[in-house]
């Protein structure tokens, strides 16, 4: 299949990624795994272990609770539960967090054991190991992959995600690289328990190696349902919905999910989860990691447990080249910087960078918007956001939201291209955070609306009833002032009433 | 522990700046500056100073009096490349103070009065070259014939330049002679036909005598424009065939009163005007349906006032037009948002 272009995007993103990458290099066991109770979408993670308990590699250490959104979490490595408390790590906000303290024996959970054929299941006991195994969506949404699997009946192709497009980032490249059966072989779990026609798995075409190591497996497995796409080296072709709207030409409606049109969208990590999760019998407790850039003495890729600290990887490393001035979790563009490197890798740490102030660097001081365009044709969500960031200096809500706010990936290509140096893309996450509290605003001020003319017809309704019963007392009085009430007056008396006609008065 | 720097990403951004973008302008144009200094002499260059050294000297006065700080503004290259795109446009042996008006205007009326850099709705240059062409009509006319010789013996020599600049020389005959737009103009509204106008001194086998070589030079800058992702190729593709179309129209109707679409292209400053007036980011559309739209606006409102107009070219007032018309077009030309229906 050719690799026909899209219009969108950049191109020349420094630091493409390297060929043929070597196998992971395994990260020992830390002293203490800090393991977030904060690893999904929704509400964080309810503790099932308490202080000072043992607890095994691959136990079950804390779960959804009530939510439907939530994920298991377990403990990568044999120890001691030493604390259950609020951490806060790399200068993010404090989130309640498992301390484990670990015994060096690496024991495993007797519970992890091999499921032989999982395609003899039925599709819903599937879907109860991997959300059992608490894999979730490892391209960063964090979505519980269990969940996302479970969609309303009709989908025909489920995408398995190989598309990364940052600069630096290349564990995927390396597990397609060295692991695609077992890609492969979690892709075809998934697959059968969505029960979709067709499986696409996407790599860009500078991942020569990976989409041989796709060739070689796909032929392992002859099933003309799966197929490899290759997708051009633009960033950023791994975006979900560009990525989709690539492979079948059809784009997600602006209000709802790759579901809608039939597709389900899977990072290769997470499909190389689903099949740990089967073949090994291990939950989520690893995933590869890339640690790079130009103050680490080399690149590699970690197999790395979650809840390792930052500052253990960086041996796996080579340890600093120099203090680095920054340091990023994820991509240059869309990465999240850490103030310090005491923060244990979860299960969305794809990439770790640091770097020195040369080759990870902000935006040189921002200038005046020079209206050149430049940063129109590069969007993939097709936003103008030179008038975006003119609606956002004039607070105008209402015109954010017509002109697609909330459709921002904030992939950071408009800063990227911006010769003004203006920080579009954190300038539109406020936007969209006033477009939300706008929207609150609006449910609220709609409640309270709903409220008051609510309370205004209870008022009348009883206003009403009083009056109606008012009126049905005067009527009584009105009827037993006159000749019924006389009547029965003087029945108990015991005389007859004086006729009406008569007129002895 | 080590601490690290928290600001806000991305990390990483491609090389483009607006000082970088307004040097590589200025690079580009220098081809045609040279054409032009190599067919009408040392007038050209020292317009290019007075203009380039005003437009500076405003900018830095304009920035002072709107207490604004001078570091990035200043130096970022644009008072310059205005100064120089004034230049370009001026005669040779135009007195000092016109391109020091037009740099007034271009600056501190066109510019700074709509808010600085990034705010104006009128292309700078522009704006100051069409007050020297509404104000001063006699001068703007003083282009002597061009010299392809290289020899330069009829160009007019620096001492004579500066006399005539300075006012101490009157301008006498063979200072100027008709341009070719001239020539075209007045020939045709004496009932002249194309052929025979274009036997006149001021053409030769190319088209426009000399100017073809200022305006094929001013393609070259442009496309290297192109290629260097300066600009895009929208507004340049718009002025092309918005001016093309309607001559090619006009030209196969009656090619004995309709210039060519090549002589429109390489008459007067069109080509300079496509790559290097058109294409100002500021004061032109953003939208990539809106840029197609504003350059085409400008070829054919240009095709226009040089058919029906009382001025010879129409460049700069079609620019200036379009320049009005941004706002609106960029309103209705809005971009396809992924996932909401079209």
Known sequence: ?505 | MALFATDPGPYVHSSHNVAGMMRTVMLALAPAIAALFWLFGIGILLNCLIACLSCWLFEYAMLKLRDKPLRPTLYDGSALLTGLLIGVCLPPAVPFWLPFIAALFAVVFAKHLYGGLGHNLFNPAMAGYAVLLVSFPSYMGYWPPPDLSGLNDSLLSLGDTLALQTGRLTPFDAVSSATPLDTLKTGLNNMQMLPEIQTGAAFDGFGPRGWVWVNLLALAGGIWLLLRGVISWRIPVGVVAGLGIPALLAWLGDAGVNPSPWLHWVSGGTLLGVFFFATDPVSSAATPRGQLIYGAGIGILTWVIRTWGAYPDGFAFAVLLMNLAVPLIDRYTPTKIYGHPP
């Open chain 1, 1 to 505: 299949m050719s690799t026909a272009d899209v219009s969108w995007g950049i191109r020349a993103v420094p630091r493409k990624q390297l060929a043929a990458l070597p196998p992971a290099v395994v990260a020992p066991v830390p002293d203490k795994l800090l393991i977030p109770l904060q690893q999904n979408v929704g509400p964080a993670s309810v503790p099932v272990v308490v202080v000072g308990e043992q607890v095994s590699k691959g136990q079950l250490i804390a779960t959804p609770g009530n939510s439907l959104l939530g994920s298991n979490l377990h403990a990568s490595s044999s120890g001691a539960v030493t604390a259950i408390e609020a951490r806060s790590f790399g200068g993010q906000r404090p989130v309640n967090t498992i301390e484990i303290t670990t015994d060096g024996l690496d024991t495993l959970h007797p519970d992890c054991r091999p499921v032989d054929d999982p395609f003899s299941l039925p599709p819903a006991d599937v879907l109860l190991h991997i959300a059992q195994a608490g894999v979730v969506g490892l391209g960063g949404a964090l979505f519980p992959a269990a969940i996302k699997l479970n969609p309303a009946p009709g989908i025909d192709t489920l995408v398995i995600n190989g598309a990364e497009c940052e600069p630096y980032i290349n564990c995927d490249n390396q597990l397609l690289q060295h692991a695609a059966n077992s890609v492969i072989h979690g892709a075809r779990i998934m697959q059968y328990a969505l029960n979709a026609a067709t499986v696409i798995i996407a790599c860009k075409a500078e991942m020569q190696d990976a989409a041989e190591a796709i060739r070689g497996a796909l032929d392992d497995v002859a099933d003309p349902r799966l197929r490899l796409t290759i997708v051009p080296d633009v960033y950023p072709a791994g975006g979900e919905r560009q990525l989709i709207e690539y492979l079948t030409g059809k784009q997600v409606p602006h209000d709802g999910l790759p579901a809608d049109i039939g597709v389900i969208c899977q990072n290769v990590g997470t499909a190389y989860a689903v099949h740990q999760a089967f073949a090994d019998g291990l939950p989520l407790i690893s995933r590869v990691v890339t640690l790079s850039g130009d103050s680490l003495k080399q690149s590699v890729n970690a197999l790395v447990r979650i809840g390792t600290p930052v500052s253990n990887l960086i041996e796996v490393a080579g340890g600093y080249l120099q203090t680095p001035a920054r340091m990023i979790v994820g991509g240059p563009l869309m990465g999240i910087p850490l103030s310090d490197d005491n923060v244990p890798v979860t299960k969305a740490c794809n990439c770790i960078i640091a770097g020195d102030a040369g080759s990870l660097a902000p935006a040189g001081p921002e200038l005046p918007c020079i209206r050149c365009g430049d940063c129109i044709p590069v969007c993939p969500a097709g936003l103008m956001p030179n008038l975006l960031l003119d609606l956002q200096k004039r607070a105008d809500i209402g015109g954010l939201e017509k002109h697609g706010i909330l459709d921002c990936i904030e992939c950071g290509c408009c800063d990227y291209v911006c010769p003004s140096a203006i920080p579009l893309t954190h300038n539109f996450k406020a936007a969209k955070q006033s477009v939300w509290e706008q929207h609150l605003l609006t449910l609220r001020s709609k409640r309270a609306a709903q409220r008051f003319a609510e309370h205004e017809v209870r008022i009348t309704q009883r206003q009403e009833e009083e009056l109606t019963q008012l009126q049905a007392q005067t009527s009584d009085l009105n009827a037993s002032s006159s000749k019924d009430a006389l009547q029965a007056l003087l029945q108990r008396v015991g005389k007859q009433a004086p006729d009406d006609s008569g007129g002895d008065s």
